[in-house]
Every structure is written in structure tokens, then in C-alpha cells.
């Protein structure tokens, strides 16, 4: 069953049925605000029993609480709030999403000494909107407490300083809808979600204001795009490039770019991928996922930026017509690739993006996506993307961001000996150097195509789907790279 949240900010909040929620800190397991909900004071014992110290995330449920206006009344710890983060404000949001169960009415008590900003507050609701979400859309069968599969839960914020509150939490919102729009687009399935279908669903940007072109195949014909146009040989569906460009700084001020792989199904072509777990390639396109929704968060909020989202569309299915291993394709550069395997396929859509994308735009930094190999996940597991990059600002401003959003990257090594393992006996180079080193490879093979401009390479296949449930995400789809590029963006690159 999906919850709709409903979130607004009122500096004062009458409580009556449904759940208050406060906040308890160590030095206050039981806050002053908490207290005004409480006229028989059962908190107190309560806490006591249960052994609630304030300790962060740490939560305590009090049900029928005696002469309180509230069904429900329940703490969740904060340890010292002055020493939270902002991502840390946010899993105290979640938390309280996980408090709601049946409530449809959920009052949310704040006093000044819990919560040191309004910046903080506005963290808690994203929080607990990022924990809110889920992804029923094909289920039929419902709970017999469910409307239709679907209910409104309305969260009041009370706080002193309400309006600060909701104007901090404004960017939240469009955040929010950027990591939703990615989610959304990744548990899709791909019969629903083709090349085509996605594209669509870039050209819905143009309601914020996105200026949006989309390429058919007959365009990437022309331009030579044949590293591209040969990974979408075998399917039916049509492959589409998605150029999006968001114009919020000064027309002549470079532009960031951020490019997506959108493989929106991969097979692995002829070099056919085992049976078991293939049906999770539909996830394969998270790159191009976490571009669409970092372009929504920027026109959202109306960043001061000047910012291009480019997304290769293909599907890698398997027919007559379907590349083969030993063939050769001329990229868009200029440069010729020998395919060893065609489930090596994301770099061939990505090498001539990233061509189209420095020929066009010359843009001051350069990013691509990509849930690009199995062997990034040996390496760091769920927890981290790696990052591959040509520039160490580039790169430690990627690393800070995403020690502020806790979406995290480990830089991994580039160089000369990885690039001879790419090269070819046949064309210029080859799309896979075999086992050892497979994401630095893959990186390598991308950096030839990568001119002077700072660029990097997140490989997301260990972040984007099937990461571990946190206090933000309950999903298949995490979303991962809308947030740890939104605040690249804003701490590096807005005028």
C-alpha cells in the first residue's frame, strides 16, 4: 500500500486523535514540547520502562495515552542535536515514517531547544517523505484496510518559526521529487519503460522549464553515432537521445553536464547474461535515471546554474540483426572499437554521448553515470559508487558532496598499464579487457573518449538497485547520485 504525505508547517498545532510525534535528546529524553501532550505525564514512565535515553534514532510508542488528546504519543531520539548532520536530521525523519502505521493524522511537536534550525527541520521532512516511498503501481491485490491501494496521511510541523521552515523545506520538495522521479524510473518494468517511453518522460521536464530535444535514430545516423546505434541492433525498439538543458545562470557561462546510461533493458546481447537475476536489468538505465531527476531538482528549485542532461536510450536485446562479438564499430569520435562482448555494452552507449556531449556544449565539467559493472560491486559493495576521474578537484568535491548526502564514492585508480589492457589487435581498441580490473577498465575505455575536459565516472551498479534498506529507503530503487549531484552542483558551481 502506498502513503501519500501531505506535509505543512503551522507555528501552532492543535493535537487531537492520530499520532504526536517530538523529539527526546539525551540531556531530555521526554522535551518540553513533548510534555504538552502528555497531561498525565505516562511519558515519564514509559520512557522509563522502555529504556529510552535520547539516544539517536532510538524510538519509544505510547498507545490510548490517559486524558491526552492524541491516540498515540512517541519520542524518537536525537543524542546531542547539535551534533547531527543534515543527512542524520533526515534518518530522524524516517524514523518517524516508521512510527505512523494506521495514522492518518500525524502531528509533529518541535520546541527551539530540540531542533537547532529550520534547516534541520526541513531535513526531518524530506526524511520522512524519502522513507514514505514505495512502488506498488501493478499490485491488484490490496489490503482490506486499503482505499484503493492508496492513503493521505496528513503531517503537521509545529514550530515557532513555521514559515522559515517551510521556505527551507521548498528545495527539500523539489529534492524529494528528483529522487522520486529516478526511484520511479528504475522500478519500472521495461515493457512499460522503453527508449522511447523514457524519453518521454524527459520532455515532461519542459513543464519546469527544461529546454528539451530528443534524437532518433535518423539524427545519431547522422552524426556516427555507431557505438551507440550498434547495442540497440537487436531490439525492436527504437534508441533515442535525450538532450536536456536547464539555462539558469548567464547565457555565456559554461554549462555542467551530466551524462546517463539508459540501457533500459540488458540482455547482454549475444554474450547472452545467465537466467538468474536478469530480470534486475531493468534497473540498468539508474544512470540515466539519476540524470533526469538531477535536471528536475535544478529547474525545481531554480538553481543558478547553467546545466546539460544527456541520456543514451537503448535496449540491448538479442535477434538475427544483434552485434556480434569480433565486430567493429566506428565511434563518434572517430575512433574504432572492437566488441569483444556485447554485454560490454553501457561504455559503447556512453563513449559517444560523451563525444556528442564535449562537441556541443563544451561544458566546464563533465559527469557520467552508470550502472556499468559487475566488478565495482566485488570491489566496494553496496555502500560506495566508485569514482574514476582525470581531476582531483573534481573528484574531491565529489567525495565531500557525497559525505554530505551519505550517497558515497571511493575514488578508484586510472593509468597507462589498464589502458594497455583495452587495447586491440583488430581496431583502436577493444570494449572489455577481461576479468582482472573490469571497472577500471570499463573507466579507461571512457577516458579515451574524454578530451581536456574535467570529467568523472560514477559506476552506480552497487548503489542504484538492490541496495541495502536504510532509514531513507525502503526501495529496489535507492535513486542513488540525485542528491550527491544536486549538492555538488550547489556548493561548487551556482553563481
Partial sequence: MSISIEISFSKTAKVSEGLVVALGSSAAPVSAAAKTADPAGQLDKAVKVAGF??????????????DAPADRIALVGTGDPEKLSAHEWMRVGGKMFSLIGKASKVTVLLGDADVPSTEAVADVALGLLMRSYSFDTYKTKKGEDDDNGSRKVSVVFQHDDAGDCKKAFATRHAIWEGVELARNLVNEPANVLGPVEFADRAKELESLGVEVEILTEKEMKKLKMEALLGVSLGSPRPPRLAIMRWQGAKPKDKPVAFVGKGVVFDTGG??????????DMKGDMGGAAAVIGLMHVLAARKAKVNAVGIIGLVENAVDGAAQRPGDIVRSMSGQTIEVINTDAEGRLVLCDALTYCQERFKPAIMINLATLTGAIIVALGPHHAGLFSNNDDLSQ?????????????????LGSDYDKMIDSK??????????????????????????DTPWAHLDIAGTAMGSPSTDINQSWASGFGVRLLDELVRANYES
Avoid at 535515553?53 to 490517559?66: E, M, N, Y
Avoid at 549475444?270 to 530480470?279: R, W, Y
Fill in 397 to 413: 568535491a565529489l567525495t565531500k558532496a557525497g559525505e554530505v548526502t551519505e550517497e558515497r564514492v571511493w575514488r578508484m585508480p
Fill in 426 to 451: 583488430f581496431a583502436d581498441m577493444k570494449n572489455t579487457g577481461g576479468r582482472h580490473a573490469g571497472a577500471i577498465t570499463a573507466a579507461q575505455f571512457l577516458k579515451r573518449f574524454v578530451k
Fill in 53 to 66: 535515553t535520547g539516544k539517536s534514532f532510538s524510538t519509544v510508542d505510547v498507545f490510548a495515552p490517559v
Fill in 270 to 279: 549475444v554474450s547472452i547474461k545467465p537466467a538468474a537475476g536478469m530480470e
